[in-house]
């Protein structure tokens, strides 16, 4: 059996291993994985900043990246903290007092549509965001709006990174996805992360243009055994990196 892939980040491989799953909430163990190592990478090339999440929920993905955390950085929450019940974010608060970084963390009511940039920026001020998690509401108007608050508090070396891509559910939030980017070129898609299963879903992760090359290369590193061989056509000049839990392909030797 091939070893579990880790990000690198001791903290957050535990909390991965040991807790993930007590956690409420959807994201898949292993994209928490690649956003821990992303951040690990980030920190060992200067990139500093805060961690944002739309849709903290009870804090299964907040809480593994808010263990990649430097310093005086913050894992920011923002959450409506309505559905199923406003239970969560009680719940949330108790799981990062058991399993997060309570020092560290500022979990905040909101609904992301009546929040700005500024807004964001003033809970932890004088750094800008260096990992942005959209993953609150999926209708097109909230993806859009949360879009626009990520790119406008990026650091310009940091990283958006979109849950429920590719969703059998949500068929059309690539396309809105794909028509933000047309209007700000300047961003690329360097990374997808392959789904576990239809509750754990791909993530597409974003950043600034120069820094598409550096990112690709750091995960291929951090993640040779699960590189899908063919990459993501996004139709830039280089593919998109994929990342895959089980990144196989079919054999076809016989036909040979
Ligand atoms: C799928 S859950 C997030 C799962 C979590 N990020 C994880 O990885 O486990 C989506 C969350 O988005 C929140 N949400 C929905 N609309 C929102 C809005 N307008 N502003 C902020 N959060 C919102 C919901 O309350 C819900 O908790």
Redesign the pocket.
């Known amino acids: 059996m091939t070893e579990k892939p880790k990000s690198g980040v001791d903290a957050a491989d535990r909390y991965i291993e040991q807790h993930y799953f007590s956690v409420h909430?959807?994201?898949s163990s292993f994209a928490a994985t690649v956003g821990a190592a992303t951040m690990r990478i980030q920190s060992e090339h200067g990139i500093a900043g805060n961690f944002v999440?739309?849709?903290?929920?009870?804090g299964?993905?907040?809480i593994a990246l808010s263990h990649a955390l430097k310093d005086d950085e913050r894992a920011i929450g923002?959450?409506?903290?309505?559905?199923p019940s406003a239970k969560?974010k009680t719940k949330l608060e108790e799981n990062i007092a058991q399993y997060g970084v309570p020092s560290r963390s500022i979990v905040v009511a909101?609904?992301?549509?009546k929040l700005s940039a500024k807004d964001i920026l003033a809970l932890a001020p004088g750094k800008k965001v260096r990992f942005f998690?959209v993953?609150?509401?999926h209708t097109p108007e909230?993806l859009a709006n949360d879009l626009s608050l990520a790119t406008e508090t990026l650091d310009p070396r940091g990283v958006i990174c979109l849950?429920d891509m590719l969703h059998a559910g949500y068929p059309t939030l690539p396309v809105i996805v794909d028509g933000f980017l047309k209007r700000e070129p300047s961003l690329r898609v360097f990374c997808v992360i392959d789904r576990e299963d239809i509750a754990a879903q791909t993530k597409y992760m974003i950043c600034r243009e120069p820094m598409f090359d550096f990112y690709i290369g750091e995960l291929l590193k951090a993640f040779p055994d699960n590189v899908w061989p063919l990459g993501a056509d996004f139709r830039y000049e280089k593919k998109a990196l994929v990342l895959s839990p089980d990144p196989k392909l079919p054999n076809f030797d016989d036909l040979l």
């Open positions: 909430g959807m994201s999440e739309v849709g903290a929920f009870a299964r993905y907040f923002f959450d409506t903290f309505h559905w969560v909101a609904d992301s549509m998690h993953d609150g509401e909230h849950d």
